[in-house]
């Protein structure tokens, strides 16, 4: 369930294993770009007009994204083969997004988090202080192609499995601090590297396969499979490093510093037999050549020299600004909060007032070197209009900076989640009245539910959307329940259904296999006047009065064939019981009678026969 198609920059995956339901984002990043075409790319470099020679400092910062629309992912999906035509596709509902800057050789991975909108924007930053890596990177960024410059994004999402043959059991402080023990933090693994640490994690025991079989060893395979793919979205981060022998950088991943005292110690896979939702990730990654494909890239307005008076080194000053420029209609007021030494200043954006900010306080020096300390701390708050999942602010936490601007990703403290529930296009409302659904969402770290809702479906009201913010939006997990309400004379049982879901809450009416009998009346309508049959099919084992029931009504105007469909908890139970009546035409009975009790294990009865 993990595979991906790649179609024309556009990434499919399955998003459900029993319907062609596939969600699709960009395969990989590209660059913001100005309305005359100019990428939001720059290496600002820092000089004193008087010490033309000497180099401060140089900052390259880059605005990169992930666009994909409707359209193009219809286009892709339509040019691949292995993409069926009704395929229905969905754009990748994201629960975290983050971006890793990487420049092999100059700097290590710098990640942040991304905005989790359509376009998943993210704003980075780098600084760079030796003056040999300034004049070396300045000569390669002339030419986007020799530039080592790499941004690599990985997005979590919730991806629905079929029900599982095993689960896997682990500690996850065990399996981090075999990741640690065996692999550490500083080198560049690919997928066959953490494939077969999924294998030894499994071979020594680390991590334990639990079947209903008594062989678990023919479930290997798919086991390392699976753990491959919560290794990658737990404890690795995607990312370009130089390797030896190779022209250019080369995709892979590092292990993540993480801490693990707070992550829940649950089963890494779902429960036997049960449909789950699981994390997954996919990772977009791209060289800087292919980020500014297709841009008016111009090495003279990318790179640009900032000289210095002397008066600058008496003030600290920054600018600040909203990453997203125009604020959600749901957000009331953004409050900043910057801090160098004892000089603390607010600022604050609303609608109508989001222009950047500008912090200015004295330079503070160190006492011992002489030279100025560039770190500036700083917070935001975002406050909301209404209570959302009861979280009317949100805090972004300490944070800071060495740079002249920082950029206030609001999108990274919280996350919009949009629930649609709907009754799938065939959903048979003649087998029940109604589906009750309930929403519920719960903090991975805090016990009991935090938002509930629910939602009534009916043949009238067959879509309900449900839109909620959360802070902290990684740390969630998502669970509904449909109650579904048999129809009268349905032979289709009352059932609650709970199971772990994403924002796409689909309701089908098919619970269980169908038990079918087709009743055709091919009757002399000269001697006969009606027909009726009760059909009732003895589902239960354990209960011999538990039948489910559905009445018919055979008339010469009302003639066809008809279908009975009745939920079939046990597969060898067959035998339907019918009870008719026959009415006939005034003097037409005869020796004929007027009342037939039998039972079928055929998939079909003609009650012309039964006279």
């Not at 892979?252 to 789950?276: A, H, P, W």
């Not at 009757?523 to 009606?530: I, R, T």
């Amino acid at each position: 369930m993990n595979n991906q198609i790649i179609v024309q920059n556009i990434c499919f995956i399955r998003a459900d294993p029993d319907r062609p339901v596939y969600f699709y984002c960009a395969a990989a990043p590209g660059i913001m770009v100005t309305r005359d075409d100019q990428p939001a790319v720059q290496l600002q470099i820092f000089r004193n007009s008087s010490e033309p020679a000497t180099v401060y400092y140089a900052s390259l910062s880059l605005q990169t994204l992930l666009v994909s629309s409707p359209e193009a992912a219809r286009a892709a999906a339509d040019a691949s083969t292995d993409i069926p035509r009704d395929a229905v596709l969905l754009p990748l509902q994201a629960i975290s997004c983050s971006a890793t800057l990487n420049i092999p050789g100059f700097i290590t991975g710098l990640t942040s988090k991304t905005a989790l909108n359509d376009q998943q924007n993210c704003y980075l930053l780098a600084r760079l202080g030796p003056q040999d890596n300034i004049a070396l990177l300045t000569s390669l960024m002339a030419k986007p192609e020799t530039a080592p410059v790499t941004v690599s994004y990985k997005i979590d999402y919730l991806q629905q499995l079929p029900p599982a043959t095993f689960e896997l059991e682990a500690s996850w402080d065990k399996v981090y601090e075999f990741l640690q023990e065996s692999m550490g933090f500083n080198l560049l693994f690919f997928s066959v590297d953490i494939e077969n640490t999924s294998s030894r994690l499994i071979t020594d025991k680390i991590v334990t396969i639990k079947v209903r079989d008594t062989d678990p060893d023919k479930h290997i395979a798919q086991a390392g499979a699976e753990l491959t793919q919560i290794l990658l979205s737990e404890f690795f981060t995607p990312v370009f490093a130089d390797v030896p022998a190779q022209p250019r950088p080369q995709a892979g991943f590092y292990l993540q510093r993480v801490s693990v005292k707070d992550i829940e110690q649950r089963r890494l896979s779902g429960k036997l037999s049960e449909t789950t939702v699981v994390k997954r990730s996919v990772y977009p990654q791209a060289l800087f050549s292919e980020l500014v494909k297709g841009t008016d890239y111009q090495a003279g307005r990318v790179i640009t020299e900032t000289d210095l008076q002397d008066d600058f080194f008496a003030s600290r000053n920054v600018q600040i600004n909203l990453l997203t420029p125009e604020l959600d209609s749901n957000i009331q007021l953004v409050m900043a909060r910057l801090r160098y030494g004892d000089n603390v200043q607010q600022y604050a954006f609303r609608k109508g007032d989001v222009l950047p900010k500008h912090f200015k306080a004295p330079s503070i020096t160190d006492p011992k070197t002489g030279k100025m300390l560039w770190p500036v701390g700083y917070d935001f708050i975002v406050y909301f209009n209404k209570p959302f999942g009861s979280v009317t602010s949100v805090s972004s936490g300490d944070l800071q900076t060495e740079l002249d601007d920082i950029y206030l990703d609001l999108d990274s403290v919280y996350a919009r989640y949009d629930f649609l529930i709907r009754a799938a296009s065939q959903f048979n409302w003649n087998w029940y009245q109604s589906v009750l659904v309930t929403v519920r969402c719960r903090h991975r770290l805090l016990p009991g539910p935090i938002v509930s809702k629910i939602f009534q479906i009916t043949p009238t009201s067959r879509e309900e959307d449900y839109p909620v913010t959360l802070p902290d939006p990684d740390l969630y997990l998502f669970d509904v329940s449909k109650e579904y309400s048999s129809e009268v004379n349905s032979p289709h049982l009352s059932a609650v259904i709970e199971e772990p879901t994403s924002q796409d809450i689909s309701l089908f009416s098919s619970l269980y296999h169908q038990r079918v009998l087709t009743l055709s009346a091919n009757m002399d309508w000269q001697e006969v006047e009606k027909v009726i049959v009760s059909v009732s099919y003895p589902y239960s084992p354990t209960d011999e009065n538990a039948c489910l029931q559905q009445v018919f009504q055979f008339t010469e105007k009302d003639a066809a064939i008809q279908r009975f469909s009745a939920d079939q908890p046990d597969p060898a139970r067959l035998t339907v019981n019918l009870d008719i009546w026959f009415t006939y035409q005034d003097g037409k009975g005869g020796d004929h009678p007027e009342y037939v009790q039998t039972a079928t294990v055929q998939d079909s009865i003609n009650i012309a026969n039964l006279i």
